[in-house]
């Protein structure tokens, strides 16, 4: 296994336009989180899911946006009309024991979003 | 509020220097995560820990539940050490609060 993958790496789009990244976990993880990252700054949670289940979604993800693990492997963040301010990267990171002292996170490459 | 807040955010030293980050959190911890990040995004995780010290390598990481504070120590540091560091509680639930980074250059 190659660790989490996430495509695309870039993504520059026009303003109103919809995008989406894909986030492929390490197989055995169960867990999936999603971040979001600005210049300069940590990352922020977006949201996170066990399995299929979406458990938990931050108030950052307002409803332009939206994520799916449909199997509970791989999952898919949508931005729907996009906005400058959503010029970031979006860090997907997945675990097999969640985020407490004994589990780890596998983060992927990121997806650097550019809107023009 | 949950907060994580680190020092300093940037630290340049020469190679060798014994290199300390800092991270301070606002409430009781479940588990303070130190992670790497280097340019271009990739973020690797270095310990994960809720009491005591860990090693590993030319890495240490200490804290002190006390005192809410935990800190990040590289002995005989080199450039290949260049990156973000960056410190996130988990506040006992699945969300990582992320401290805005400490960006190290150590200088040849």
């Known amino acids: 296994d190659t660790g989490v993958s996430q495509n695309p790496r870039h993504k520059i789009t026009k303003r109103g336009q919809n995008v989406t990244f894909r986030c492929d976990p390490i197989?055995?993880?169960?867990?999936l989180y999603w971040y979001r990252q600005t210049l300069g700054q940590g990352p922020e949670f977006l949201t996170y899911f066990q399995n299929e289940a979406q458990l938990e979604k931050s108030r950052l993800l307002s409803d332009r946006f939206s994520a799916e693990r449909p199997k509970g492997s791989f999952s898919t963040l949508e931005i729907q009309r996009t906005e400058q301010g959503d010029s970031a990267m979006y860090l997907c990171a997945s675990s097999s024991s969640g985020t407490g002292v004994s589990g780890e996170l596998f983060f992927g490459e990121g997806s650097r979003l550019t809107v023009l | 509020k949950n907060e994580v807040e680190q020092s300093p955010q940037n630290l340049t030293a020469q190679e060798g220097e014994f290199i300390t980050i800092n991270c301070s959190y606002s409430v009781g911890i479940s588990a303070l995560h130190w992670l790497q990040q280097h340019p271009g995004g990739g973020i690797v995780s270095l310990f994960m820990l809720s009491s005591g010290k860990k090693k590993h390598g030319r890495l240490i990481a200490t804290i002190n539940i006390q005192e809410k504070h935990s800190s990040l120590h590289i002995t005989a540091s080199h450039p290949r050490d260049s990156a973000v560091y960056i410190c996130?509680?988990?506040?006992?639930?699945?969300?990582?609060?992320f401290g805005t980074g400490t960006r190290l250059t150590i200088i040849p």
């Open positions: 996130a509680d988990n506040f006992g639930n699945e969300k990582l609060t």
């Open positions: 197989s055995e993880h169960n867990r």
